[in-house]
């Protein structure tokens, strides 16, 4: 889990235009796959400034790993009060020890692995702390996505794995689409149970927060882009694997 510079990724991140409503599209899929059992254990990798526990109801116990200190200190305020939840600083691989001995219904990895500069590493790090029914969940960046399409159809982008000035912001270092995702994960020991996109995003982040912000993309223009996808599966703005790991 090594982004090149935490400090900068953090300042970038709270400056993101329309992440925070991508953010929200993100979650609503990722609590989709989340069971409704009060025993389950969830592991939660990278949380970001809103971690998944705001959302749940009942869990017998969460753990998260972040490595961004900003977000750490963040997620430790949010969770004082709340003993089954733990919060690991550092990197998934500098925990390894710790969780492995736990037994997670769900692990969870949102908008993570493209960001990683070893994402191999970190797949390996997630086999180790997974058992035989662990359920896990990963989202990226979807380079077939609407937008970016049109992108390369303008002539904005000279092929759909280009990275765009977003993704070179954000110091994210892959570019996955749904087929190269899947045979990623595949390869690196594990099966996967199931797989699309989510939320077409007809333009960039900056023009669809400009919209946004004149009341043009109302929410129940938002949430019908959610739904669109069910006409075009491979072109939501995001993709995500649900696997389970070769043990």
Not at 36 to 54: H, R, T, V, Y
């Amino acid at each position: 889990m090594e982004i090149r510079d935490f400090k900068k990724y953090y300042e970038d991140y709270l400056s993101l235009p329309f992440e925070e409503i991508q953010i929200s599209y993100r979650r609503k899929k990722v609590l989709e796959y989340l069971g409704p059992s009060k025993s389950q254990k969830i592991c939660e990798i990278g949380c970001g400034l809103d971690p998944l526990f705001n959302y749940i109801n009942s869990f017998e116990s969460i753990h998260i790993v972040e490595p961004i200190l900003e977000f750490y200190e963040n997620a430790c305020g949010m969770a004082k009060s709340k003993s089954n939840i733990t919060i690991h600083l550092g990197k998934l691989e500098e925990n390894i020890a710790s969780l492995s001995k736990e037994k997670f219904d769900y692990i969870v990895m949102s908008s993570l692995l493209h960001e990683v500069g070893n994402p191999e590493n970190l797949l390996r790090a997630v086999n180790k702390i997974s058992c035989d029914n662990t359920v896990i969940h990963i989202n990226v960046p979807n380079a077939k996505s609407f937008h970016r399409i049109l992108a390369y159809e303008m002539g904005l982008i000279s092929n759909l794995f280009e990275k765009s000035a977003t993704q070179n912001k954000m110091q994210q270092f892959k570019t996955f689409d749904l087929e190269s995702l899947k045979s990623f994960v595949i390869s690196h020991g594990f099966s996967v149970i199931e797989s699309g996109s989510y939320f077409v995003k007809p333009f960039t982040h900056e023009q669809m927060q400009k919209m946004y912000a004149q009341n043009i993309l109302t929410k129940e223009i938002l949430n019908g882009l959610y739904l669109m996808v069910k006409y075009m599966p491979e072109m939501g703005s995001e993709i995500f694997v649900n696997v389970k790991a070769n043990k």
